[in-house]
C-alpha cells in the first residue's frame, strides 16, 4: 500500500480544453490560490498556465518569512488575514506546510528608526495584530546568540517583536495547494507559455499559447516580476519596476537562532530553517531589471551585515546563493483587482517584496472578485485606479529591507 501511495502523482497532466471559465497566468502560490479559493466556490473549469514549472517563479525564489506587522490601516488587515489562512493551512489543504511560528524582530538602529518601530507598534495594536517594542535587554533574552552590545557601529536600540510571524516551506505551500486544486478537477498546466491575450471590445476573449489557443472572458494576471510584460499584451501600462532580490544560505549548523530577525539599517535579514541553514537576504537590487544571476557584491555585502549580528558565523560556508524577481509600484504596495477599459482582465500583481505573505488572501479576494463580480472591501484599497486618484498606500516604512 505505501509502494502504491508513492508512486501517485500529486497533481495530474491534462490537455488543454477548448475553453475555460478562468485563466490564471502563473502556477505559484497566488495563482494556485486562486484556483483553489475558486474551487472552493464551486468554479472548477479553471486553467492555471504557467510557462516554467510549478512555483518555479518567486514562489521558488523568495524566503518564506510571514508577519503580519504593517505599518499602514489599509495593509495591516489584509495581511493579518492571510497570516490567519497560513496558521490553518495545514489543514485546510490536508498537506503539511510546516509553518513555524517562532517571532519575528524588526531591528532600529536609530532614535528616527525606534520612533518608526514605535508607531508600527501602535497600529498594530489599534488592528488587533500582536506586536510591541522592546529593549536589548529583552532581545537579548529571546535571541542569546545576537551581539546587542554597544560595541556594533551600529548599536541595536530597539526591535518590533511581532511572535505570531515565522517562516514556512514555500514548496510544501505549493504543492499543497496545487493537490486540493488537481483534487477539485482544476487543471494546471506548466510549461505552456503564454503568447498573447485576445480582446474585443474591451472584452477578454481568449489566450493563444506555445500548445495552442483557448477561449476565455477571464484572465488573473499573477506572474510577480513579469506582470507589467502580461499586462501589455492587452495594452494595459503597469506603473511597476521589476528588481532583482537576493538570499544565500549557508552550510546545515547547529540549531541557535529561532526568530527571524530583520535589520533595515544593515539591509539584511537572517533566520535558521529546521535543517539547520541560517538564511540570509538583502534588499532589493537598486537596478532595474530580470535577470536572477547573483552576485559577489551582493554576497559580501550579506556576509558582511550579516556578522555585525552575529559574529560566530564568521566560519560558516555559503552553500548557494539565488535571487528573484520583484515587482515594485511606486508606494510599495500591490495593485490587485480590474484594470479600467479590459474586462475580464484582473491583476494580482505589484507585491514587491511582500508577495509570498499574500498569497492566500490574495487568492480569496480574486476569487471572490471574480464569483461576486464586486470588489472585496479588504482589497479596495489597493485598486488600480489609487494611482490617478491621489490616495496612495505608502507601505515603504514597513519594508524593512524588504521583509
Request: hydrophobic share 40%; net charge negative.
Amino acid at each position: 500500500m505505501l509502494q502504491l501511495f508513492r508512486k501517485q502523482k500529486m497533481w495530474r497532466s491534462h490537455e488543454l480544453k477548448d475553453r475555460y471559465d478562468v485563466v490564471i497566468i502563473g502556477a505559484g502560490v497566488h495563482g494556485l490560490a486562486t484556483a483553489y479559493y475558486l474551487g472552493k466556490q464551486g468554479v472548477t473549469n479553471v486553467a492555471v498556465i504557467d510557462r516554467g514549472y510549478l512555483g518555479g517563479g518567486n514562489s521558488g525564489r523568495n524566503t518564506a518569512i510571514l508577519r503580519a506587522n504593517y505599518r499602514t490601516q489599509e495593509a495591516i488587515p489584509f495581511y493579518a488575514e492571510s497570516l490567519r489562512l497560513y496558521e490553518g493551512l495545514s489543514r485546510e489543504v490536508d498537506f503539511n506546510v510546516m509553518f513555524s511560528q517562532q517571532g519575528h524582530l524588526t531591528l532600529a538602529h536609530t532614535d528616527t528608526g525606534v520612533d518608526g518601530l514605535r508607531v508600527r507598534a501602535e497600529a498594530n495594536a489599534l488592528l488587533d495584530v500582536d506586536s510591541r517594542l522592546i529593549f536589548p535587554e529583552e532581545i537579548k533574552s529571546l535571541v542569546p546568540a545576537m551581539d546587542v552590545s554597544t560595541d556594533m557601529h551600529a548599536p541595536i536600540q530597539a526591535a518590533l517583536y511581532h511572535p505570531p510571524g515565522g517562516i514556512i516551506r514555500h514548496d510544501a505551500v505549493v504543492w499543497g495547494y496545487a493537490r486540493g486544486v488537481d483534487r477539485m478537477g482544476i487543471e494546471i498546466h506548466p510549461h505552456t507559455e503564454v503568447q498573447t491575450i485576445e480582446t474585443e471590445n474591451g472584452q477578454v476573449t481568449a489566450v493563444q499559447m506555445d500548445r495552442g489557443r483557448i477561449k476565455t472572458g477571464t484572465v488573473v494576471n499573477a506572474t510577480s516580476g513579469w506582470c507589467s510584460t502580461i499586462a501589455r499584451m492587452v495594452k494595459v501600462d503597469l506603473p511597476i519596476v521589476s528588481h532583482p532580490l537576493q538570499a544565500c544560505v549557508t552550510e546545515p549548523l547547529k540549531p541557535f537562532l529561532d526568530k527571524v530577525i530583520v535589520s533595515a539599517t544593515l539591509h539584511v535579514y537572517v533566520n535558521q530553517t529546521d535543517r539547520g541553514e541560517v538564511v540570509i537576504g538583502a534588499e532589493i537590487d537598486p537596478y532595474a531589471s530580470y535577470n536572477v544571476a547573483s552576485t559577489l557584491p551582493t554576497l559580501e555585502m550579506m556576509a558582511s551585515h550579516a556578522l555585525e549580528l552575529f559574529p560566530m558565523l564568521e566560519e560558516a560556508r555559503v552553500l548557494r546563493q539565488w535571487a528573484g524577481i520583484c515587482d515594485m509600484t511606486p508606494d510599495f504596495s500591490p495593485i490587485i483587482g480590474t484594470v479600467p477599459g479590459v474586462k475580464g482582465f484582473i491583476v494580482d500583481a505589484g507585491w514587491g517584496t511582500y508577495g509570498f505573505k499574500a498569497g492566500p488572501a490574495a487568492g480569496r479576494m480574486v476569487a471572490e472578485l471574480i464569483v461576486s463580480n464586486k470588489t472585496p472591501q479588504l482589497i479596495e484599497p489597493f485598486a488600480f485606479s489609487r494611482f490617478y486618484e491621489d490616495r496612495l498606500v505608502g507601505e515603504k516604512a514597513a519594508a524593512a529591507v524588504s521583509h
